[in-house]
């Protein structure tokens, strides 16, 4: 046993610091599972006091770690470090306090994303951000990669939420930031410390602001001949001064394996679908609802639907929430991309996607939040054969390329991690990174958390195929 | 040697920024105790990068210069039917964004959808190497890098120099209806502010006023609805409905800070609602006035001139007046010199305490 792994278990019984392949070899990946790493031991801490341990004992003997929630990042933010520890979080999954009052929550960073709305519910309230990976993703990570959801251009992703966080740092020191207000003084910290995909330290207790839940929904299905018509609706909904909490859209391929898979029903002879949904006060609904109606009308739609009823809504979004997962089972592996356009440019951007796709001789399908420009595209390819997942991962390149020449982002929500870190020079420039990464040494001067995720270079881990998240493949969640 | 420095570009403000030694930003000094620093410093004044670069309405986003009027930036986007969500204050007073940002000063408003953090997406800013640096996105979803730009709400330009800003937007309503509730204390405040917040009425603003007999809802929305909803209010609060002119009087008299006086000092206070009944007790055993907005979240602060924001006991910041600038942690974690020290190494702004 080497020092450092005595000190370990110092901290933790030997049924929680696991050694053994067998079980290193479940935490090889995350929800980018093209690649893999085995680390030197898996720790389950169920206290912050052992987190706090253990991260003192990492930074003592400079050895990496890497936090882990559901495993679900799909840009590899979770995957292990090849000589690190991996710290799995979610045995501190206890919500701390709950005030419906305040309408605030303090949850452990292990607590699972709809665990906290559930706990909200009985208040009238929920917690927002909603990340289609909800069922099964934490807070902790939702804090690590700033999550978002469909619901992000009217309420925002998970750092608008987090009013405030307790943290080890990866110094070890133990730090505080925001409050239980909902404004702060001084720098804001806890807006610092969100998103920072793991690279800081490890969220301990997390402070989240509920809301009420909307009293009343109106939720539209509209089918397009062409993809143009579907965002040309989108502009004219945008413009027309209504704030819908989501506008989606998903293209022929996405709607075909929808169909497929939850035998979703849509308007047949469809390029393109639009769900919008307006929420809020039953009054208000009803006069915005008239307009909605109006424009959809005039969109020139094949079909509009509006659900009647909640039944035909959850229909509408489980077609909605399970489009992706459905279509990674058109193909053996998919690669599953996350840019951001310009709204404006999302017609164009989806053209050049498919004359993109036709030069790779691939196939890709579109499932988007249109009213943030959030594309995901789903670049499907056979790892078998030769070449395709070079082409496959090349395309994907290629749209980020796109995105950023855009004006627009290479991640909207899932971070930067290891899929996406040999882009981050085409967003910003070197003193830019630079300035990125003095921020990152001052939270983690020795680099032992989390390295090798977000910055460019660094010895890259094994990479295999895409596919299927094993808890995809078991049909337990889905993607956007 | 004057002791004030205009960039009128921002290559000028990055030579300004490698020029000198010692440097604060300042905008158009609305909240004096925010630039009141040792003479040897030079301020850098923002007035002259002043403008708006982009606007987008069909992105919900805009982008301008840290001198920019808040002003001007409200007028361009109401012109396309638009607003800015966190209902910046001192509009009149010719407060700047940049200014807004520093100060991280949200209005009424900000019950709604959240306060100025919840808006900001993107900076262009000097660091302390004077590097001309961008960072956050002018897109409105965007998670890549570290939310510099979250961060430097409420910095009061101890991290750099602002350069401009990209900026979410919302459509605006079609309408607004303000109630207005009276209350006999605090207390009561209290109970109005937690019924709203839990309501299923999305109130824009909920404040108790600084006279202390009052509590305002505005709402927003489509106008029949409003209406609607007001009666639903009144049956658990009893009320009027203001005027239009009334209404606009008394935000604009609440924006604009005109219930404070000047030689009162002024202190922006982070409160949680259940500590709005002491706090009142507090300001007025102090003989000040307060502004509780935001459902209780947050109070501006008017006290008597040699009283500070230390005697209220609470995470504070000083706009206007003597005393401490903010209120420290009595020991502030390593984490703070260590960021400070990355954006600028060679303490070119004032320091943090
Ligand atoms: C099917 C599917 C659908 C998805 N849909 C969405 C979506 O709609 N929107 C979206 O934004 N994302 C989505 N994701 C991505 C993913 O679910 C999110 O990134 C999620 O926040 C990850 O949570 P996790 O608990 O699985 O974290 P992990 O994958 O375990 O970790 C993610 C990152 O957080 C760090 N981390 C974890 N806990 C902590 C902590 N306590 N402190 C500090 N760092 C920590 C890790 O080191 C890692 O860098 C989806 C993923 C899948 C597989």
Not at chain 1, 392 to 407: D, Q, T
Not at chain 2, 43 to 57: A, D, H, N, Q
Not at chain 2, 89 to 96: P, R
Request: charged share 20%.
């Amino acid at each position: 046993m080497t020092p450092f792994l005595k000190r370990l278990s110092a901290i933790l019984p030997t049924d929680r610091l696991l050694c053994e392949p067998q079980h290193l070899s479940a935490y090889e990946s995350d929800g980018l599972t093209a690649y893999h790493a085995r680390p030197i031991a898996i720790v389950m801490p169920e206290t912050a006091d052992e987190v706090i341990a253990i991260v003192r004992a990492c930074h003592a003997e400079k050895v990496p770690f890497v936090a882990r929630g559901s495993g679900t990042s799909l840009s590899g933010g979770s995957l292990p470090v090849a000589d690190g520890v991996v710290i799995a979080l979610n045995r501190l999954n206890r919500i701390l306090s709950l005030d419906p009052a305040q309408r605030i929550a303090v949850v452990e960073p292990g607590v699972i994303n709809v665990a906290v709305t559930a706990a909200a519910a009985p208040h009238g309230l929920h917690y927002a951000p909603d990340p289609s990976s909800q069922i099964i993703c934490t807070i902790g990570g939702n804090v690590a990669f700033n999550s978002g959801g469909a619901h992000c251009l009217k309420y925002g992703m998970t750092s608008n939420h987090v009013l405030g966080l307790k943290a080890v740092l990866a110094t070890g020191e133990v730090v505080e930031f925001g409050s239980t207000s909902r404004e702060q003084i001084g720098p804001d910290w806890t807006g610092l410390f969100t998103g920072n995909e793991g690279l800081f330290g490890i969220a301990l207790e997390i402070t989240v602001q509920l809301l009420p839940k909307a009293e009343c929904f109106h939720t539209v299905l509209a089918g397009y001949k062409t993809l143009e018509q579907a965002g040309d609706a989108v502009s004219a909904i945008v413009a027309s001064g209504l704030l819908p909490g989501a506008i989606e859209i998903m293209d022929a391929l996405a709607l075909e394996a929808a169909t497929a898979a939850v035998h979703a029903d849509y308007p047949p002879g469809c390029e393109a679908v639009l769900i919008v949904e307006l929420e809020g006060p039953r009054e208000v609904v009803a006069a915005d609802r008239v307009r909605l109606d109006q424009i959809i009308a005039a969109s020139s739609p094949v079909e509009a639907r509006p659900a009647r009823n909640a039944t035909e809504r959850v229909a509408i979004w489980k077609g909605r929430k399970s489009a992706f997962s459905a279509v990674g089972r058109l193909s053996p592996d998919f690669i599953v991309q996350d840019g951001v356009v310009p709204r404006r440019r999302l017609g164009e951007a989806l053209r050049r996607i498919g004359e993109m796709t036709r030069e790779a001789g691939l196939r890709c399908a579109n499932v988007f939040h249109a009213g943030d420009g959030n594309l995901h595209p789903l670049i499907l390819y056979n790892g078998k054969n030769a070449g395709e997942l070079e082409r496959a991962e090349a395309l994907a390149g290629r749209i980020l390329k796109m995105c950023v020449e855009m004006g627009g982002s290479i991640t909207g929500e899932h971070g930067v991690g290891v899929e996406k870190r040999d882009y981050l020079p085409d967003m910003f420039n070197p003193d830019e990174i630079d300035c990125l990464q003095r921020i990152r040494a001052a939270f983690d001067p020795l680099m032992i958390a989390n390295p090798g995720k977000m910055f460019p270079g660094g010895n890259a881990p094994a990479l295999t195929s895409h596919g299927l998240h094993p808890l995809e493949k078991a049909g337990l969640i889905s993607r956007e | 040697m004057s002791n004030h420095i205009t960039p009128t570009t921002v290559s000028e403000l990055v030579s300004a920024v490698r020029d000198h030694p010692r440097l604060l930003a300042v905008g158009a000094q609305t909240k004096p105790r925010l630039s009141a620093i040792d003479d040897d410093v030079m301020r850098l004044s923002t007035l002259k990068l002043s403008g708006i670069t982009e606007y987008e309405p069909d992105e919900y986003t805009f982008t301008a210069l840290a001198g920019t009027p808040v002003r001007e930036i409200a007028e361009a986007v109401a012109a396309k039917g638009q607003y800015l969500p966190f209902d910046p204050l001192l509009l009149e007073a010719g407060s700047t964004i940049g200014g807004a940002v520093a100060s991280g000063l949200s209005g009424p408003g900000r019950f709604r959808f959240g306060g100025l953090r919840d808006f900001i997406l993107g900076v262009r800013f000097v660091d302390g190497s004077a590097r001309e640096l961008r960072l956050g996105g002018k897109v409105v979803k965007n998670a890549a890098g570290f939310d510099l730009p979250k961060f430097f709400v409420g910095s009061l330009g101890r991290f750099g120099v602002f350069a401009e800003f990209t900026f979410k937007v919302f459509p605006s309503a079609a309408a607004t209806l303000t109630l207005r509730l009276p209350v006999s204390d605090p207390t009561k405040a209290l109970e109005i502010f937690d019924t709203v917040g839990l309501s299923r009425w999305e109130a824009e603003a909920v404040d108790f006023l600084p006279t202390g007999d009052a509590v305002l809802v505005r709402l927003a929305g489509p106008d029949e609805p409003l209406q609607i909803l007001a009666q639903e209010i009144f049956r658990h609060f009893p009320g009027e409905i203001l005027s239009a002119t009334a209404a606009d009087t008394i935000w604009s008299d609440l924006r604009e800070l005109r219930w404070t006086t000047a030689e009162n000092s002024l202190h922006k206070v982070a409160i949680s609602p259940n500590q709005v009944p002491a706090l009142c007790i507090r300001v007025s055993s102090l003989s000040g006035d307060a502004h509780i907005y935001s459902g209780g979240n947050v109070a501006l602060v008017s006290l008597p001139a040699g009283t500070d924001a230390t005697s209220l006991g609470l995470p504070a910041l000083t706009l206007r007046g003597t005393g401490p600038l903010w209120t420290l942690p009595p020991t502030p974690p390593a984490i703070h010199q260590a960021v400070k020290l990355a954006l600028d190494p060679a303490d070119r702004f004032p320091s943090l305490a």
